[in-house]
């Protein structure tokens, strides 16, 4: 999970989130149980379950690619974070509710990703997942009556919310599907686990704090940022340990550290074609480039060692 991601949810601590996420992948786990395939597509993919603030997001749920596509399209990530609104899922009573949303945003990803038995079922994207959650509920001991309770979330039920359910009785009388199969057999949903979540944004550690770093820690920070995001601290602080530095020092610095991020990562052209803004502007090299101004705006002699030299030219010739 990105950090960037992580902030503009205002997700609770990556650790102290890990029993939401166990416990929702206990219940997927036994939507999974009896549906082989499901599980088996599912599994080529890398999925994580995160509660979050979100007082203006009406849907209770929603599944984002974790690897910053800025899009949030599913169709090319193999990472993804279902995310539970903490208001709307606390209002919940019955962990087969919960059931319910958890496997409508997994069929969302089996959707996206051309899985048949979701597809084949010809109906738009909301109706089909609904109906695909249905199905994995179904094979699962969950209580499909509590799929209402999820309905009742919403505080007018349009005409588009109308259809949609009379398209699901539609598709369960079609596939002998008998919602009171399991009436008062519900399970109850563990909301300790979440209600008190502390709401803190993730925060990186700093690696100016404790002792001085050196290129290889900075440029290992500079992946990670590039990995998970959350530049802005890092900046700041890396341009105040620069400006302590004499000028030749910290041009030499600089030098070295651009010579190595520009070896080991893919160009930067090559990211902003590919992956959006977003991993555009965590790029080392962009991370970079507002210290580089700075730096070499300085008074005094700067060092530029000959071999970092040829690679930072090279580099910059090819991506203008
Ligand atoms: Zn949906």
């Known amino acids: 999970m990105n950090i960037d991601l992580a902030v503009i949810l205002c997700l609770a601590d990556e650790k102290e989130n890990q029993p939401f996420d166990e416990y929702v992948a206990k219940v997927v786990d036994n939507l999974l149980a009896k549906n082989p395939e499901e599980r088996a597509f599912l599994s080529r993919y890398d999925i994580h379950y995160y509660i979050a603030d979100n007082p203006n997001d009406k849907s209770i749920a929603r599944v984002v690619d974790a690897d910053y596509s800025d899009d949030m399209l599913l169709k090319n990530g193999r990472r993804f974070a279902v995310v539970f609104n903490r208001d709307l899922l606390s209002q919940l009573k019955n962990e087969d509710s919960m059931a319910f949303v958890v496997g409508h945003e997994l069929s969302h990803i089996m959707y996206q990703k051309g899985f048949p038995r979701v597809r084949n079922l010809d109906l738009d994207e909301e109706v089909a997942c609904d109906c ?3 199905r994995l509920m179904n094979s699962s001991d969950y209580n499909i009556l509590d799929v209402a309770a999820v309905d009742m979330l919403y505080s007018d039920i349009s005409l588009d919310m109308r259809e949609r359910i009379i398209k699901r009785d539609t598709f369960m009388a079609k596939e002998g599907i008998y919602p009171a199969d399991r009436m008062g057999m519900s399970r109850v ?4 686990i979440f209600v008190n979540l502390h ?5 990186r550690d700093s690696i100016f704090e404790k002792q001085e770093p050196d290129v290889s820690q ?8 590039f990995e998970r995001g959350d530049r802005t601290d890092f900046k700041r602080e890396l341009n105040d340990f620069l400006s302590k530095k004499t000028s030749e020092e910290s041009s030499k610095m600089i030098m070295s550290i651009l010579g190595r991020v520009m070896t080991d990562f893919p160009s930067i052209m090559e990211t902003r074609a590919k992956n959006g803004c977003r991993r555009y502007y965590n790029h080392p090299v962009s991370v970079m480039s507002d210290i580089v101004w700075e730096q070499f705006g300085r008074s005094g002699q700067k ?3 000959p071999n970092y030299l040829i690679i930072v030219n090279r580099y910059v010739e090819n991506n203008r």
């Open 132 to 134: 695909s959650s249905i």
């Open 189 to 192: 949903l563990n909301k300790e």
């Open 199 to 203: 709401k803190k944004p993730w925060k």
């Open 218 to 225: 900075i440029v290992e920070e500079l992946g990670d940022i």
């Open 303 to 305: 060092l530029l060692p």
